[in-house]
Nanobody
Framework: QVQLVESGGGLVQPGGSLRLSCAAS????????IGWFRQAPGKEREGVSC????????YYADSVKGRFTISRDNAKNTVYLQMNSLKPEDTAVYYC??????????????????????WGQGTQVTVSS
């Protein structure tokens, strides 16, 4: 089936690290822009980090810049989000999305509604002491 599946979430203490994975099946991610988004309780979904398909240009929200790293492994048809120095405010359900038509991830990562092709079901990240 055509789908994206997130994994790697869990409970971690402040300052800890997690690596999220977004695995695609039924299609290849090679030509898709990929975005990581998160939604905390009572808040709207927001763009966290995105990566372009062609040259792997990246975007990071100011809140995660310097702490999170997005990468892709086309051979594994998987995109990763390495999250370091986690803070309680990082607690959210994290989703990945893929879109064939998005070229400018710098401009579009923050616009969640533009990402329409494929979405995963999310993985919970909880940062708490």
């Amino acid at each position: 089936q055509v789908q994206l599946v997130e994994s790697g979430g869990g409970l971690v203490q402040p300052g800890g690290s997690l690596r999220l994975s977004c695995a695609a099946s039924g299609f290849t991610l090679d030509y898709y822009a990929i975005g990581w988004f998160r939604q905390a309780p009572g808040k709207e979904r927001e763009g966290v980090s995105c990566i372009r398909s062609s040259d792997s240009s990246t975007y990071y929200a100011d809140s995660v810049k310097g702490r999170f790293t997005i990468s892709r492994d086309n051979a594994k048809n998987t995109v990763y989000l390495q999250m370091n120095s986690l803070k309680p405010e990082d607690t959210a359900v994290y989703y990945c999305a893929a879109d064939l038509d998005i070229t400018n991830v710098q401009a579009m990562c923050a616009h969640v509604r533009v990402w329409t092709d494929y979405w995963g079901q999310g993985t919970q990240v909880t940062v708490s002491s």
